[in-house]
């Protein structure tokens, strides 16, 4: 069954420090979507992005992160320099367009538990 | 806004029937979604609802109401296995497809 892989599952890095974290979503879906989620906290949108664009994002996702589509297989967040309170797990989804077989449900990556100290 | 609310704790019977309610921001609106999170796992997909009424799948049933901005999550027969967060999420028209804060099911045999 195709999955959503994301690396790393965990990254232990400096206040201050650029992360990037990498998925790749399922071949053949056209949305992909960064979330994050605090130990014991709720599942927060951070940005959603279709047609090589950013189509929505949140009030969490300022001008420390970044994403990009390099290429036709990965989806990757940029945080520039990180924050004590960007210490989060990170989900990377995607999902097919709605209708057809599919019902559009997001598809969710194992995760990137990211530590910042 | 984007307010999705629903219960943050609810506890049931092994067997029973419980039902997680959800209300949500109605402009905007493109699909009501339901996911089961287990503690230290992403979330997995459960049901969906685009159009009002009941979508039944195995012991999971979903309702939509969309010009009340609510829907509801059946889980019947309840299993130990159940014990999760269960998550209700609203797609908009830009995508975003957005969490409410989850409801932790204790079940109890």
């Known amino acids: 069954e195709p999955e959503v892989t994301q690396t790393p599952s965990h990254q232990v890095t400096q206040m201050g420090q650029e992360v990037i974290l990498r998925c790749v979503p399922i071949s053949n879906h056209l949305y992909f979507y960064w979330y994050r989620q605090i130990l014991g906290q709720k599942v927060e949108f951070l940005v959603s992005?279709?047609?090589?664009?950013?189509?929505?994002k949140s009030e969490i996702f300022d001008d420390q992160f970044s994403v990009e589509r390099p290429d036709g297989s990965n989806f990757t967040l940029k945080i520039r320099s990180t924050k004590l309170e960007d210490s989060a797990m990170y989900f990377c989804?995607?999902?097919?367009?709605?209708?057809?077989?599919?019902?559009?449900?997001?598809?969710f990556g194992e995760g990137s538990r990211l530590t910042v100290l | 806004g984007q307010n999705i609310d629903q219960p943050t704790e609810m506890t049931a019977t092994e067997g029973a029937i419980v039902q997680i309610n959800c209300t949500y921001q109605t402009s905007g609106f493109n699909g009501l979604f339901w996911y089961q999170q287990h503690a230290g796992e992403a979330p997995t997909f459960l049901s969906y609802?685009?159009?009002?009424g009941l979508e039944e799948k195995g012991r999971f049933s979903s309702f939509l109401s969309r010009s009340k901005g609510y829907s509801y999550l059946l889980l019947k027969e309840l299993q130990m296995k159940d014990s999760a967060s269960y998550l209700c999420?609203?797609?908009?028209?830009?995508?975003?497809?957005?969490f409410g804060a989850g409801t932790r099911l204790t079940v109890k045999p």
């Open positions: 989804a995607s999902r097919a367009p709605l209708g057809g077989r599919a019902p559009g449900e997001l598809f």
């Open positions: 992005f279709y047609n090589n664009e950013i189509s929505e």
């Open positions: 609802n685009v159009l009002d």
């Open positions: 999420a609203r797609l908009g028209n830009n995508n975003d497809m957005r």
